[in-house]
């Protein structure tokens, strides 16, 4: 098994539901890990977001024998199947269970785990700044990370322009300047020189609290499609991380079980997951949600 680190960069804020609706602050709250309390992708919404991409990755041949079989598994009035998942480029790759009487099932050649949050962008008097804790850099591999004396204080990025207190949101703590570590895909994104400059460590325990504080609240209203205008009583508020929200996933590879297959689904993963980074992922893509940059470190 081969575990490639995947790195999500929020460019629009992203909604990733927590599945109905909710009596409380919002009405459609964003999911959440149940033990830290902070927002993630989960790995099945980039799976599913992924897979549904790579179909329109393939040549236009290897598409439509694709979506013969993707239509056919769906359907529950048409469970013959134009070939078997084997034989498939997509279920072959991702995994498939047929679900009739002769069917078979196989689990994928890649499997993708949840993104959690890396560094979350807060406003502050000197601009944004990426927050993140010491225990989320050394789990993506840094060394050597400064971690703050107290509650009360927070690490900043050593530069000229380091601060002597710094304001995050409404919390304001005192700052201490030390050379920050940060990760570096193999691939890059632009946009990680612009995120470590901006770098700031807090204490584990208040991480949790300051993102949640700053979180996206949108009111939104459903449409009358006879009128076109909104519905009466239907106004609704809906959560969302804001963009600029670095996340950091795992895909794993089974190169032991299927490495007659890796080289076939490493090219068509990156090409889905471009596909699927520029349309979007989670919901309420049509309302220009959802669109990430990434860099998957082989």
Not at 44 to 64: C, F, K, V
Not at 134 to 147: F, I
Not at 263 to 271: D, F, H, N
């Amino acid at each position: 098994m081969k575990s490639h680190p995947l790195y999500l960069y929020a460019l629009d804020p992203t909604h990733i539901g927590a599945g109905g609706y909710r009596m409380g602050r919002v009405d459609l709250t964003i999911l959440r890990d149940a033990g830290s309390n902070l927002p993630k992708v989960p790995g099945s919404s980039i799976n599913g977001a992924t897979r549904s991409a790579a179909i329109y990755s393939l040549p236009e041949d290897e598409r439509q024998r694709a979506m013969a079989y993707a239509r056919a598994t769906i359907d529950e009035k048409n469970k013959k199947h134009p070939h078997k998942g084997s034989q498939d480029p997509i279920a072959s790759i991702f995994g498939y269970a047929e679900g009739d009487t002769e069917g078979e099932s196989r689990i994928g050649v890649v499997s993708f785990r949840d993104a959690e949050i890396l560094a979350f962008p807060v406003p502050t008097m000197l601009g944004p700044r990426w927050v993140t804790t010491a225990h989320l850099l050394e789990s993506a591999g840094c060394t050597k990370v400064p971690r703050p004396a107290s509650e009360d204080q927070v690490i900043v990025q050593a530069g000229a322009a380091a601060p002597k207190r710094l304001n995050l949101g409404w919390l304001l703590l005192s700052a201490v300047a030390k050379e920050i570590p940060f990760p570096e895909p193999a691939k890059g994104l632009p946009v990680f020189d612009h995120l470590k400059e901006r770098l700031v460590v807090v204490h584990d325990n208040i991480f949790p609290a300051i993102v949640n504080a700053n979180l996206e609240t949108r009111t939104s209203v459903s449409i009358d499609f006879e009128t076109g205008a909104a519905a009466e009583g239907a106004l609704f508020t809906y959560e969302a991380t804001p963009r600029g929200t670095l996340f950091r996933g795992q895909v794993d590879v089974d190169d032991g079980r299927f490495r007659e297959l890796v080289p076939a689904a490493m090219p068509l993963l990156e090409k889905a997951l471009a596909l699927a980074c520029t349309l979007g992922l989670g919901g309420m893509t049509t309302r220009g949600f959802g669109r990430m940059q990434f860099a998957l470190v082989k």
